[in-house]
């Protein structure tokens, strides 16, 4: 089955720096990357997507990557606010079949002043 | 107002009794999930439903049980055969299983087994 892996487990960045969060997947049938964002105390939230057809995709200050070849996907964040303080995982499963989704083991990212 | 919602918010348990968990949604998905969330570990999968009175087994079922009577209902029941339940529990739904949904999160429920 699917295993996901993410790194780092946490993460403290100087506010205006950028942070990358890092995931590697095994299964060769995934080919959708969720990422989602759990600030503290509330739920997670997806925050941006890219399926296996493309390499990069942005939304204003965030954007994923993905190598399908080697099996990895990062999250990049530029600009770092103090509202992108918080806890994110990313994800892989399958765009069009019914499948479960393997979360990885989160990164807690923290935004220094 | 639609939604997703858990309860309670916080549940206390003595061990050896079993406890269930509420979840309920109005946004007329499918789909429902449950995950554990332990530091460290990220959301582990116990259970899923794809349609009412059917439901999967997840990657860490052992010591839980569901039902699926109602679209809007998915209330899960730790056992006392769950050798480490304190956690948080997180329910989840969608408009169907495969993974281009967006799963929308429940608040969560914070049980505490002593």
């Known amino acids: 089955g699917e295993n996901v892996e993410q790194h780092p487990s946490t993460l403290s960045v100087q506010e205006g720096d950028s942070a990358v969060i890092k995931c590697t997947y095994s299964d060769s049938a995934s080919n959708y990357f969720p990422w989602y964002k759990q600030e503290l105390g509330k739920r997670p939230q997806l925050i941006i997507d890219i399926r296996s057809n493309v390499g990069e995709k942005k939304d204003q200050r965030i954007a994923v990557t993905l190598n399908k070849t080697a099996k990895h996907f990062s999250l990049h964040i530029t600009e770092t606010q103090p509202e992108d303080s918080a806890v994110y995982f990313c994800?892989?499963?399958?765009?069009?079949?019914?499948?479960?989704?393997?979360f990885g083991s989160g990164t807690r990212l923290s935004i220094r002043p | 107002d639609g939604g997703i919602t858990q309860s309670p918010k916080y549940l206390f348990r003595k061990e050896g009794q079993n406890v269930t968990l509420s979840c309920e949604q109005n946004?007329?998905?499918?789909?429902m999930y449950w995950y554990r969330q332990d530091p460290g570990q990220g959301l582990r999968l116990i259970y899923y439903?794809?349609?009412?009175?059917?439901?999967q087994k997840g990657d860490i079922a052992e010591g839980y049980s569901v039902s699926r009577e109602k679209k809007e209902s998915f209330p899960l029941t730790v056992t006392s055969a769950q050798k480490n339940p304190t956690a948080f529990y997180l329910c989840?739904?969608?408009?169907?299983?495969?993974?281009?949904?967006?799963?929308?999160f429940g608040p969560g429920t914070r049980l505490t087994v002593t």
């Open positions: 989840a739904s969608s408009t169907g299983l495969a993974g281009r949904y967006e799963q929308y």
């Open positions: 439903s794809q349609i009412v009175n059917d439901f």
């Open positions: 994800a892989a499963t399958q765009y069009s079949s019914a499948s479960k989704i393997i």
């Open positions: 946004l007329n998905h499918d789909a």
